[in-house]
């Protein structure tokens, strides 16, 4: 058991390292559409996935769509597709350590949704962290207004929708506690590249960046997805939470190295507070888990 429960650690770290790495492809190709981008990138992310399927469930593979919920897959896959959206847009419109910090804050609007969608008690440890972290995403929102190497205040309001509707997602597949994953997220993907090709468009892309936006899908998507779903199976909700809180560090950080992205002061102030509303939240169930021992 205990063997199971370091490889669940291992692969739920494995998962928030590759992806942590948007921001640095996001840097790459600044000068693609958002929806392009993002269409693209879900394109990679959803052939990945279904050639994943085909060849861990074969045939079986074919049977967990056909035994999945219509509404579930539909309401999971269009908040995916919507959030990763989202996200790509809060990236080209702010900092990249602004757009983590705040997508950070995603777990504590699940918690408050859940309560409202399902029913499930919201101790009040989760509304006191919602007031830290808005104070946070002031804090953020101050730094981002006043550095001219980013965008507006929108980047703020998207990375605040992205971070909902990933919310909006988790607690989704809490409701539809029977759905596999892979399903709805392979629906996310390729739903967007046809959504976005069919209505608003592909710009052209040159081979290159076509390539790397593809293999981005596979490495920064389906990959971390695939080791998130395999690690979960070992690993206490809470230190899920802790390990992925990793990204708001990491994600800058890979971006500091490889393009030399420094965002605002305020940020790293705002940021903190946001970490530390998260770590209140997940307090008590860390006491709890240890006086259990």
């Given at each position: 058991?205990?063997?199971?429960?370091?490889r669940?650690l291992?692969?739920v770290?494995?998962?928030?390292?590759?992806?942590?790495?948007?921001?640095?492809?996001?840097r790459?190709?600044?000068?693609?559409?958002?929806?392009?981008?993002n269409?693209?990138r879900?394109?990679?992310?959803?052939?990945a996935?279904?050639?994943?399927?085909?060849?861990?469930?074969?045939?079986?593979?074919i049977?967990?769509?056909?035994?999945?919920d219509p509404?579930?897959?539909?309401?999971?896959?269009?908040?995916?597709?919507l959030?990763?959206?989202?996200?790509i847009?809060?990236?080209?419109?702010?900092s990249?350590?602004?757009?983590?910090?705040?997508?950070?804050?995603?777990?504590?609007?699940a918690a408050?949704?859940?309560?409202?969608?399902?029913?499930?008690?919201?101790?009040?440890?989760?509304?006191?962290?919602?007031?830290?972290?808005?104070?946070g995403?002031?804090?953020?929102?101050?730094?981002?207004?006043?550095?001219?190497?980013?965008?507006?205040?929108?980047?703020?309001a998207?990375?605040?929708?992205?971070a909902l509707?990933?919310?909006?997602?988790?607690?989704?597949l809490?409701r539809?506690?029977?759905?596999?994953?892979?399903p709805?997220?392979i629906?996310?993907?390729?739903?967007?590249?046809?959504?976005?090709r069919?209505?608003v468009?592909l710009?052209?892309?040159?081979?290159?960046?076509?390539?790397?936006?593809?293999f981005?899908?596979?490495?920064?998507?389906?990959?971390?997805?695939?080791?998130?779903?395999r690690?979960?199976?070992?690993?206490?909700?809470?230190?899920?939470?802790?390990?992925?809180?990793?990204d708001?560090?990491?994600?800058?950080?890979?971006?500091?190295?490889?393009?030399?992205?420094?965002?605002?002061?305020?940020?790293?102030?705002?940021?903190?507070?946001?970490l530390?509303?998260?770590?209140?939240?997940?307090w008590?169930?860390?006491?709890?888990?240890r006086?259990?021992?």
């Amino acid at each position: 058991m205990r063997d199971d429960a370091s490889r669940g650690l291992l692969l739920v770290a494995g998962a928030t390292f590759f992806w942590s790495l948007s921001g640095v492809f996001a840097r790459w190709l600044p000068q693609v559409d958002p929806w392009t981008f993002n269409a693209t990138r879900g394109l990679g992310m959803g052939v990945a996935l279904l050639l994943w399927m085909a060849w861990e469930y074969r045939l079986g593979a074919i049977r967990l769509f056909l035994q999945s919920d219509p509404r579930a897959l539909l309401i999971s896959g269009g908040f995916f597709a919507l959030g990763s959206s989202m996200y790509i847009l809060a990236l080209q419109l702010s900092s990249v350590a602004a757009a983590s910090c705040i997508g950070a804050t995603s777990g504590i609007f699940a918690a408050l949704m859940a309560r409202l969608w399902l029913g499930e008690r919201t101790p009040v440890v989760f509304y006191i962290a919602v007031v830290m972290a808005i104070v946070g995403v002031v804090l953020i929102a101050v730094g981002e207004a006043s550095a001219a190497t980013v965008g507006s205040l929108g980047g703020i309001a998207v990375s605040l929708a992205y971070a909902l509707c990933f919310a909006g997602q988790s607690v989704a597949l809490r409701r539809y506690s029977a759905l596999r994953m892979e399903p709805a997220m392979i629906l996310g993907g390729l739903g967007v590249y046809l959504m976005v090709r069919f209505t608003v468009g592909l710009e052209p892309l040159a081979l290159g960046a076509l390539v790397v936006l593809l293999f981005m899908g596979v490495i920064q998507l389906a990959v971390p997805m695939v080791l998130y779903m395999r690690g979960a199976k070992h690993v206490p909700a809470v230190q899920m939470v802790l390990i992925t809180m990793a990204d708001t560090v990491l994600n800058p950080l890979w971006v500091w190295l490889v393009h030399r992205e420094v965002p605002a002061t305020s940020v790293f102030w705002g940021g903190g507070v946001i970490l530390l509303a998260i770590g209140v939240t997940a307090w008590p169930s860390l006491m709890a888990a240890r006086y259990k021992r």
